[in-house]
């Protein structure tokens, strides 16, 4: 079965600091990688998704992960963070073919103050 | 362009009531799924459903029943409910090719 771990809880930065968030998962099979965001009160909404090609993705709101496959990692980045990006993180990864079974990891709360 | 509509999106219950919670999209997504979230354990799989009138078991199904009649509707019925089953449910589509499209959520307390 497949799993994932975030790492890090909670996190508190300075805006303007450098992100990075831990992502792992455990499978042994071809697998599609997403990172979700969740602002307070709202739904979950795509940041980025990895399915195949360039290890490093480009997602909205000037974030990316880059897809180490021989670590099994799959780290969330953002260069400079704002106070906008204060919300929770969830890593998720799916095995081919299984895009309506997504596997989450248990989130990571992101606090940014001004 | 509503996406994926969730109803209600708060409710109480009592131990032992049943319940649906609607769900639907608009996108002519074939894949269909329900998550419940709970602190500190992120979401969770109950159901899902690859196409109208196919459904099945995903991490959590105990408690939960589904059905498929249409692309567009994919219900969540609590069968009895119990305090354990209170959480904040999500409702997903998706295509092959891309993410989950969540609905906003319901919360669901059961007292």
């Known amino acids: 079965a497949q799993s994932v771990s975030q790492h890090n809880h909670h996190v508190i930065l300075s805006e303007a600091a450098s992100l990075e968030l831990g992502c792992n998962y455990s499978y042994g099979g071809t697998v599609n990688l997403f990172w979700y965001v969740q602002y307070p009160g709202q739904h979950l909404q795509l940041l980025l998704k990895?399915?195949?090609?360039?290890?490093l993705v480009k997602g909205i709101k000037g974030f990316e992960a880059e897809f180490i496959k021989s670590k099994f990692s799959f780290n969330l980045r953002k260069p400079s963070v704002q106070w906008s990006d204060t919300a929770e993180y969830f890593c998720a990864v799916n095995a081919i073919g299984g895009f309506q079974k997504l596997v989450f990891g248990t989130g990571t709360r992101l606090l940014v103050s001004p | 362009n509503a996406g994926v509509t969730q109803t209600p999106k708060f409710q109480v219950l009592k131990t032992g009531q049943s319940m649906t919670l609607q769900c639907a999209q608009d996108?002519?997504?074939?894949?269909m799924s329900w998550y419940r979230q709970d602190p500190g354990m992120g979401l969770r799989l109950i159901h899902y459903s690859v196409g109208a009138g196919i459904t099945d078991q995903g991490e959590v199904p105990n408690g939960y029943n589904v059905s498929r009649s249409t692309t567009e509707d994919f219900p969540l019925r609590l069968l009895s409910a119990a305090p354990s089953q209170t959480s904040v449910y999500f409702c997903a589509s998706s295509y092959s090719g891309t993410g989950l499209f969540f609905g906003q959520g319901t919360r669901l307390t059961v007292v």
């Open positions: 990895y399915f195949s090609g360039d290890p």
């Open positions: 996108m002519n997504h074939e894949y």
